[in-house]
């Protein structure tokens, strides 16, 4: 994996850069859809290229492991191969899906005994197993073993956590470095930092982070229930410390205010469900704000979804019929609030890289974070 | 609407031909993609067109008529304005919906009570309000308000049922041609053959609706539970009264060997839920037989959906790859078999009208029947 930063912004630590990687390039700062069970729920692998135009895209190791199984991930030669997605992939280390989804046995220093959601087998994820699982998914980039603490969290239960958090980053580099790819193209490791929201811990673990020297280093933990100004704290921190030449990571988050509000501080990679979620509740991401597709206000509302969007989608549907296909809990309301909001997203950050380019980023995300989070 | 008959076939009943109407023309024998609350659950409208390439879809009057309503409909400007299709639609008569899906109230000389499924409101239909609402959504072709009979169904009750039939279509007829369409296109309204499986109602039945010398002709009341032999006796009877010039739309079948059989004894036109019902199973019809993707035997199948299919979804998705999402309850596997199989219905029909051009319909059904109910 490469990184080449091309710009950064005068006024704030926003920077645009591009990610080389095997599997293709990534200018960033990008979004990455999560794509959970090895799909982007709702969205063909084609649309997610020509229409959606996303560059990577996010699987979950703990659902793959779970299902299809890491015997099947195999035999088809990873998951590119498995679901069709020729970009570049991103994988968690699962250890977030074991705290929220699973019936958690035990938290210990070997690594976590669950049971699975699915069908309450139980299995132990390690720093090592983890690495190894994530080798046979094949992700272009894999993510460290870490525990992510619950918001709000115990100073203590997060000191101790955070060293072993580090301890199991050790583990996973001496795994990673000692194990060679899969599939006959390049894997790279990225660490995360935790600390919950305390300032000494958040920066304890990014220069512990730091100091593994890593291709991309991630921030785990946030978005986890705390208030944006606590998150918007503890990036800042952490992207002061982490080094300025490479990646940075910002897991699980967020709304496009926080995306913008974050991408000043220096994070140049997002991952969230919410566009996805939100979309099949029947919540649309404008740059002009929120629509809540449920609302009677929509009913009779036949102009274009979006008038003036590049999505087929946008442009052929209005939001009188996402209304009613929402309202019904049709199929097709689930793909076209998906295709929109994920198109939206992509096109934020991309935008975001442009204003960067051209100098103009620090007023212009002070213009779209009012607009942002308009109710229409 | 017009009907062009361009050749028939020497060894069966089988015709091909092409339906005008004014939002485009239909080859016939041709499969219509069920579009219930005006959207084929799970595809794209510019999925029906260009990877489906189905000539019309149907649309139901009683989901449209409670959801989004009469008013929004015809704000809309009909139903091809709201939903983007731009092809010919067909609606039934709501009829089939009232008796199955809503609680009946009462089947009354002037029409019927039910209450909705949704919201447990009541409504009215009666053979002209059935004619008013069909003008407002706006198909192309519109069907006469009938009883459908269940299966299996006394002979008294058959008997009354379709004298009651025939007089609402009198009322239907009466009311559709004192009246108008809405949006400056042309509607033709076709009258429904009835009987359940008596032969003599079915032959009295086809002599009146031919007698009202309509634009086209339907046979409703089969497939609704009867031995495949009955339903080809019927159609066989009925398909032999009624006018050879006109097209003849047998309602609500079937299976790919029902449809072929139907095709040989003179039927032109046919619906069904169940190439998309099925699909979100994971029942997959193809020319080699039936193939349940939920079953273990495709886990590492990872040879495409059908290697040799113009469907882009059908060559870049494998069948492990279906097979999880399925199992997975994904959406996307809903929408990938969803396309299959309408793909395939098309496919089938198409085919069956070139080998009817080509004289070798005959020897070709013989030996597709017997590949279509393979299990794979």
Known sequence: MR??????????????????????????????????AGTV?????????????????????????????????????????????????????????????????????????????IDGSKHLFTAENVMDIQRVIGADIIMAFDECTP?????????????????????????????????????????IVQGSVYKDLRQKSAEV????????????????????????????????????EKPRYLMGVGTPVNILENIALGVDMFDCVMPTRN????????KNGILNMRNEKWKDDFSPIEEDSDLFSDRNYSKAYL????????????????????????WLVKEAREKIISGEFYDWKSKMIKQLSQRL
């Open 3 to 36: 990184f080449r930063l091309e710009a950064s912004d005068k006024f704030s630590k926003a920077r645009a850069g591009e990610i080389t990687t095997d599997h293709g390039t990534i200018q960033t700062p990008i979004f990455m859809p999560v794509g959970t």
């Open 41 to 117: 729920k709702a969205v063909h692998q084609r649309e997610l290229e020509d229409d959606i135009k996303a560059d990577i895209i996010l699987g979950n190791t703990y659902h793959l492991y779970l299902r299809p199984g890491l015997n099947t991930l195999e035999k088809a030669g990873g998951l590119h191969k498995f679901n069709g997605w020729t970009r570049p992939i991103l994988t968690d280390s699962g250890g977030y899906q074991v705290y929220s989804l699973s019936e958690v046995r035990k938290i210990k220093e070997e690594g976590v005994t669950f049971r699975s959601h």
């Open 151 to 191: 918001y709000p969290c115990d100073y203590n239960y997060a000191r101790k956590s955070l060293d072993m958090t580090h301890r199991w980053l050790k583990r996973c580099c001496d795994r990673f470095d000692t194990t060679e790819p899969k599939y006959g193209y390049s894997q790279t490791l990225f660490p």
């Open 209 to 244: 982070i730091a100091s593994f020297n890593r291709e991309g280093n991630a921030i785990g933990g946030l978005s986890v229930g705390e208030p944006a100004e606590e998150m918007y704290a503890m990036t800042e921190i952490v992207c002061d410390i982490l080094p300025y």
């Open 279 to 286: 979309a099949r509740n029947g919540m649309l991401f404008t």
């Open 323 to 346: 209304r009613h296909l929402i309202i019904s809990k049709e199929i097709l309301g689930a793909q076209i609030a998906t295709l929109h909001n994920l198109h939206f997203y992509i």
